[in-house]
C-alpha cells in the first residue's frame, strides 16, 4: 500500500509466468539519495528523520533477487555529469532509459520498444520539501499520473499523493502518509486511501510501525486491506537474511517469503537467493574486473507449476 502505482498495471511484465503478482517497478520508491543514513548512526543526541513511507520495507526487499529470464544486456552510458543513457536488450525487447540529474531536480525516463513509457521527476522545492511527479503509458493510452509532495521535519515525514484525478469521470485517488520518530529506534505512522468514482467510494487507513538496531529492522503495516510485516537482519559483513509475510482480505491470501544475500569481496560476487510460493531461485553478480562490466547469472524453479527459468545478462557501464 505504500505506493499509488500498486493500483495499476504494470505494462512491462503483463505475461509473469511464475506468479500473478507483478514484479516490483523502480517507480515504487524515492531514490535512495532521497533517504538519510540509518537512525543509529545518529549520534547528536536529537530524534531522526524516521524518511519515507515508501522505504520501510526497503532493507527486507532489497536482500531479495530480482527475476530474469532470456538473455539480456544493459549499457550504461554517461553523456555528461548531469545525463546518463541507460539501454536494455532483452530477447526483442528494447528499453531506453535517461537520467538528468542535479543537484535540486531529477528527471528520469524509461521506454520500451512498444512505446510504453515511464517519466519519473523529482524536485527540491526547498530543504525539507520535495515534490515527485510520476506518467505512466502503455503505448498510447494514460495508465497512471501521479503527483506528491513530502515534507520531512526534524523527527517525522508528511505526505500527501493525488494519483490519476479525471475530471470527466469524477473520480481520483488521494493518499495520506505520516511517520513520527518516537524514540531512535521506534517509528509509528500511517496511510490514509481514498479512492472516490462514480460507482464506488472508500478508504483505507493502514496504520505501521518499524523498530530498528544496528544489526536488524522489524517493520509492520497492519489495516482493513491486511497485513505485511517483514523482517531484516544483517548477520556479518558478508551474510543478510530478510523475511517477508503479505496478507490480503481482499484476495483472501496470504504469502511469507525468505531471502538471503551473501557478499564475497575477494571474487567480486554477490550472491541473492529467495524461497516464496513454492518458487526457489538465485541471483549470482559477477564483477568482471579490470572491466567495467557485471556478469549476472539466475535461475528460478517454480515447484508448484512445474517451471523453470534461467536468465544470463550482462551490465556494462
Excluded at 54 to 82: A, W, Y
Excluded at 163 to 183: C, G, K, M, T, Y
Excluded at 216 to 239: C, D, E, F
Amino acid at each position: 500500500m505504500g505506493s499509488v502505482l500498486a493500483l495499476s498495471s504494470n505494462p512491462g511484465h503483463q505475461n509473469w509466468p511464475f506468479s500473478k503478482n507483478h514484479l516490483p517497478s523502480r517507480w515504487d520508491a524515492h531514490p535512495a539519495h532521497w533517504d538519510r543514513p540509518p537512525r543509529w548512526e545518529r549520534r547528536d543526541g536529537r530524534l531522526p528523520n524516521p524518511g519515507s513511507f515508501h522505504s520501510l520495507h526497503r532493507s527486507c526487499k532489497d536482500v531479495f533477487p530480482h527475476q530474469i529470464e532470456g538473455v539480456k544486456m544493459i549499457i550504461n552510458k554517461t553523456l555528461s555529469s548531469f545525463f546518463k543513457v541507460t539501454l536494455h536488450y532483452l530477447h526483442l525487447y528494447f528499453e531506453t532509459i535517461f537520467l538528468c540529474l542535479t543537484k535540486v531536480k531529477t528527471l528520469i525516463g524509461e521506454m520500451d520498444s512498444s512505446g510504453s513509457l515511464n517519466a519519473h521527476a523529482l524536485l527540491h522545492l526547498t530543504e525539507r520539501v520535495r515534490a515527485r511527479t510520476v506518467f505512466q503509458t502503455q503505448q498510447s493510452q494514460f495508465v497512471t499520473w501521479q503527483f506528491e509532495t513530502e515534507y520531512r521535519g526534524s523527527d517525522f515525514t508528511a505526505a500527501v499523493t493525488v494519483a490519476n484525478p479525471d475530471i470527466l469521470r469524477e473520480s481520483v485517488i488521494l493518499v495520506a502518509h505520516f511517520l513520527q520518530s518516537v524514540s531512535s529506534g521506534l517509528v509509528l505512522g500511517g496511510e490514509l486511501v481514498y479512492h472516490r468514482g462514480r460507482a464506488e467510494e472508500g478508504g483505507i487507513l493502514t496504520l505501521a510501525g518499524q523498530y530498528s538496531r544496528p544489526n536488524w529492522v522489524a517493520t509492520l503495516n497492519a489495516g482493513k486491506g491486511g497485513a505485511h510485516a517483514s523482517y531484516y537482519h544483517r548477520a556479518n559483513k558478508q551474510i543478510q537474511v530478510g523475511v517477508e509475510f503479505e496478507a490480503s482480505t481482499r484476495t483472501q491470501e496470504t504469502t511469507a517469503s525468505f531471502g538471503y544475500q551473501m557478499d564475497l569481496p575477494e571474487a567480486n560476487m554477490v550472491f541473492r537467493g529467495s524461497l516464496s510460493r513454492c518458487i526457489i531461485g538465485g541471483v549470482l553478480e559477477k564483477r568482471l574486473t579490470p572491466l567495467p562490466a557485471t556478469l549476472i547469472m539466475g535461475a528460478f524453479v517454480n515447484h508448484r507449476g512445474d517451471k523453470l527459468q534461467v536468465g544470463l545478462g550482462v551490465n556494462v557501464g
